[in-house]
Every structure is written in structure tokens, then in C-alpha cells.
């Protein structure tokens, strides 16, 4: 069964970088059978899926944060990362990791972390 | 980037009685269609996968139907666990991956 943990600060100012971690216990993050994904979901509103990485590196992010993102991989540590920068109150939300398999319906997310932009 | 609409936005529905939700999508997506369960303050839970398969531990009375670009999730009789919200996610052309705006079942 496997396990994923976000973590990460939970209130972050405008204009800094939001920064998340996902821990994944329970499988290998380089086992090349998963894509790692970020979605999001503000307060009250549905869900928005925001990037995903696979175990080699490679990475696809959504259009509308693209400019804005950046998701790495650490195999070592079995670990995958998010980092949006100039972040504004439309960037508050619950962030959650999930995974899918080969590129398939997300089978496993963590629960979820609220982060809250503001001054 | 394919759209996925959902309806109604609300259900109101008593406890026993049957649910059927709806969701479209903008072209096909053949069976590539899930649906998901979230209840307040938990992340979304994997109910169905390929438009029809129930995932590890979701009970019968879930079910899915539907291919190409309309869909049905079915609740027979509804428990009290299920008031919830349900969405419907698409992975046929990706990425992006994407997600209608969700149906809320709630008691009448």
C-alpha cells in the first residue's frame, strides 16, 4: 500500500515561492510504474490538476502555472518536490501529491495540506 | 484541453433512495474516466475507474456506466457515508489531466 505525505509551510507572503515536499512510503518512487502528480484545490472549489514528474525526470506542467513552476525528484530520499514562485492569494488552496499509474485515474494522494497566501 | 461538465451541481437525494450523476465530457475520452468521492476535510477517494470498474474496497452499490464523452455514476441506495462530493476526471488525452467541477450529494 502506498503512502504520500505532503509537507511544507502552511502560510506563505505574495510574491515568495510556495515550496512542498511528498514523501511516498510504501513503494518506490523510481519504480517507473507512477506519475507523480501536484493538484490543488481552493478553499470551497473543485480540483486542479497542476504538474506531474516521472521518475526519470521528465516533467509536464499545467499552461496556466507554467511560467510559475518548477517539480523535481529526489529517487534517494523518495521524494518529489513542488515550487511556485510569485505566488499570489489565487494560490491558496489545499495541495495535494497523488499518484497514477501509467498515466492512468489517481489511485493514491496524500491528505492533503493547506497552504494559505497572505501578508 | 478536454472540458469536463458535470450536472447538476447539487443532488439532493434521501437516505436509501437511488443517486445518478452525469458528467460529460468536450470529445471523446472512450472509457478513460474515473470517479471520485470527497468528503469534508479528506482528500478525493478513487471510486471508479475505466468508466466502470469499482476500485479496491468501494462497495456494490457504486457503479459506473458510459463511454465516449457521456457518463453515469449510480449510487442504488444511498448511506448515510455517501453524502459527499463526487467528481468525474478524465485520462485519456493528457496531460493535463482534468476534472469536472463536481456534483455535491446532500440529504433531502
Known amino acids: 500500500q502506498v503512502h504520500l505525505q505532503e509537507s511544507g509551510p502552511g502560510l506563505v507572503k505574495p510574491s515568495q515561492t510556495l515550496s512542498l515536499t511528498c514523501t511516498v512510503s510504501?513503494?518506490?518512487?523510481?519504480?517507473?510504474?507512477?506519475?507523480w502528480s501536484w493538484i490543488r484545490q481552493p478553499p470551497g472549489k473543485g480540483l486542479e490538476w497542476i504538474g506531474y514528474?516521472?521518475?526519470?525526470?521528465?516533467?509536464y506542467y499545467n499552461p496556466s502555472l507554467k511560467s510559475r513552476l518548477t517539480i523535481s525528484i529526489d529517487t534517494s530520499k523518495n521524494e518529489f518536490s513542488l515550487k511556485l514562485s510569485s505566488v499570489s492569494a489565487a494560490d491558496t488552496a489545499v495541495y495535494y501529491c497523488?499518484?497514477?499509474?501509467?498515466?492512468?485515474?489517481?489511485?493514491?494522494w496524500g491528505q492533503g495540506t493547506l497552504v494559505t497566501v497572505s501578508s | 484541453e478536454i472540458v469536463m461538465t458535470q450536472s447538476p451541481a447539487t443532488l439532493s437525494v434521501s437516505p436509501g433512495e437511488r443517486a445518478t450523476l452525469s458528467c460529460r465530457a468536450s470529445?471523446?475520452?472512450?472509457?478513460?474516466l474515473a470517479w471520485y468521492q470527497q468528503k469534508p476535510g479528506q482528500a478525493p477517494r478513487l471510486l471508479i475507474y475505466?468508466?466502470?470498474t469499482r476500485a479496491t474496497g468501494v462497495p456494490a452499490r457504486f457503479s459506473g456506466s458510459g463511454s465516449g464523452t457521456e457518463f453515469t455514476l449510480t449510487i442504488s441506495s444511498l448511506q448515510s457515508e455517501d453524502f459527499a462530493v463526487y467528481y468525474c476526471?478524465?485520462?485519456?488525452?493528457?496531460?493535463?489531466?482534468?476534472f469536472g467541477q463536481g456534483t455535491k450529494v446532500d440529504i433531502k
Open positions: 470529445q471523446s475520452v472512450s472509457s478513460n
Open positions: 514528474i516521472y521518475y526519470s525526470g521528465s516533467t
Open positions: 476526471q478524465q485520462y485519456n488525452n493528457w496531460p493535463p489531466w482534468t
Open positions: 475505466g468508466a466502470s
Open positions: 497523488a499518484s497514477s499509474p501509467e498515466g492512468g485515474a489517481f489511485d493514491y
Open positions: 510504501g513503494g518506490s518512487i523510481s519504480s517507473g510504474d507512477y506519475y
